[in-house]
């Protein structure tokens, strides 16, 4: 029965004329996950959001919710964040929210309840009755992000929702996101700042030229890299090789030395190598970072 | 159904096209621009009418003053000149002089003098021909009177011939054919002006970007449809207020005899406002839906809007024959139909086939470009940036 409740991609393609925007696409958002969507700009990122929406139409490929294709009635239960934000300039928050909310199928009372519910929440409370326009970039981009959560949506997508927010506003962000989450609504969001996907993302995809080049949790997409180890072997000499096949220095600090190994090597042999030269005061295994192994699966990619 | 549940915005669920038109409503009732449009209009055209009213009040009577002799004429002058349609008023003049300096003066048009029989008149510039005439008639009489004919027989001969109308006059004269020709060209105008609100709406939504969030949860018709009847529902209100402001003003300055300010003449006015402003409406978003930035509006509807032009051109050609070939044929087309049906209605009786084909035509074309525009819409609505072709939205 879980899952029913993902989120599923599957095989979609776009093209715009001979450009490739998406092609053969294929992932899941599971129910009760944070699904971080990473890629380069112009990677196919906010097309694929855009066909899950509906607001774009699919050259091939269904998307599934439930089981079933997508229908217009199921979309409206998604809530979205577009790249392009958008919002009236000229109208209340409070009762824009609460518009939007009713537009979604929350009958007005229960709609303006929870737009002045997420205004309290991202601490907008005294701005209810402001136009957006008076409001700061920031704080438009939360009552945007409230927008998308109003009317308690059963998926999350959203294009960016970090761009152009304070410290406080993404840990507010991220909180709330976690918490839906939690409450079993699959939630995929993009963004550019891979510390922050590596720290909250249950899952990562990492899309390129319109394909997804690797997908999966941190640790499963690191098991698909290479491994590294830092050694600090003060007695070898500047110019020191270390002869061992399928290893690779990749950077110097004084004494310490960065080695990638190809898949398959053994870091023992590594270390007997740098035993060798003298004492040891450090043999320790690096985890790349997220932004490692995005710049590595990119790199490859593009190869 | 409690009453709860029909209060607006309660606790049902309500069809996303009345919510998107209960926006539109809401929002332009509070713009300064629906306030303050309505009060200036609403001012414009009582104004107008009390105007009118003084100036159709403004026919003096002439003001004939008699002397000596001629005085005797009075009486039967006053019966001839209401027989000849002419207003005036006598008063005896002592002073011949006196009377002449009144004349010069300017407050008293015409100085009687001399006998009955041969009396002289005196005025400043000229004398109106019925008020002329109606003192060599009574001229006339005495001196048949004063040959010895008994007052039976000197009225017998005076007698006016009378003159049989074989086609009764028209009620729908020329201060009526104004009326109307000053309401049509108003309500053309308004219809302009809301349709306009109707493209400026369409590219407000493309250029703030909600448009994405819009139609993630709402299919495009939808959101044309509650667009285009929210602002023709504020547009109704705000006829409705001018007109009733109007009607109010003419019944109380009393050019009530007006038929085209009669309340049917104006409903008729209302049904043709409403079939026009869904034509324009639906049109002006089909093509503003085309471009991505206020600025591009103008241009963007500039084919459309020719047809509103020549529209309000064509009453000016078909007018002074609205029975003819031309206002005939145009009064059918669907897109002048609006304004020159309900002009044509005003200024003479048409044939009720016309008006029905002319009604049945413009709602089928309403039906065929909501269609279009609906799919103009649909695809053009999410394209930013450059200017969207027609034909490439058409074909989506």
Known sequence: MTNDHNLEIEGISKRYGETVAVEELSFDVRAGELFGFVGRNGAGKTTTMRIVLGVLAADAGTVRWLGVPLTFEARRRIG???????????????????????????????????????????????????????LSLGNQQRVQLAAALVFGPDVLVLDEPFAGLDPVAVDVMAGVLRERAEAGVPVIFSSHELELVERLCDRVGIIDHGRMVACGTVTELRAGGRERRWIDSPAASTDWEIGVPGVHLLQTDGSRRLFELDPGVDDQALLQAALATGPVREFEPVEPSLGELFRTVIGEAGA | MNARSWSLGGTRHLPTTFLVARREVRMRLRSRVFVGGTIVMTVLVVVGIVAASLLAGKTNPVRVGFSGGSQALERSF??????????????????????????????LDVLVTGSSTAPTAVAKAAIASNVESALSLAAEAARLSDAGLSPAA?????????????QPPNPKDNENLFASLALGILLWIALGQYGNMVAQGVVEEKATR??????????????????????????LLQLTIVGAAALVAVHVTNVAAIPALGVASILGD?????????????????????????????????PISIFQIAGYLLVYAALPNPTGPLATVCSLLPPFAPILMAVRMAATDVPFWQIGLAATLTLASIVGLTWLAGRVYSNAALRLGTRVRFMDAFRG
Do not use: C
């Open chain 1, 80 to 134: 979205y964040m577009p790249e392009e934000r958008g919002l009236y300039p000229k109208t209340h928050v409070a009762e824009q929210l609460a518009y939007l909310g009713e537009l979604h199928g929350m009958t007005g009372a229960e709609a303006r309840e929870a737009a002045l519910g997420w205004l309290d929440r991202f601490g907008l409370a005294d701005r209810r009755d402001a136009d957006l326009q008076v």
């Open chain 2, 78 to 107: 006053t019966a001839t000149a209401a027989a000849l349609g002419a207003k005036v008023t006598v008063s005896d003049i002592a002073d011949v002089t006196a009377g002449e300096a009144q004349v010069a003066a300017g407050t």
């Open chain 2, 154 to 166: 000197v009225t017998s001969a005076m007698a006016l011939v009378p003159v049989q109308l074989l």
């Open chain 2, 210 to 235: 909600i448009m994405e969030i819009l139609l993630a949860t709402i299919q495009p018709n939808r959101l044309l449809a509650g667009k285009v009847i929210g602002i023709g529902l504020v547009g």
């Open chain 2, 270 to 302: 209302l049904f043709w406002f409403m079939l026009g402003f869904l034509f324009y409406a639906t049109a002006y978003s089909a093509v503003a839906s085309l471009v991505s930035r206020q600025e591009e509006v103008q241009s963007a509807v500039a």
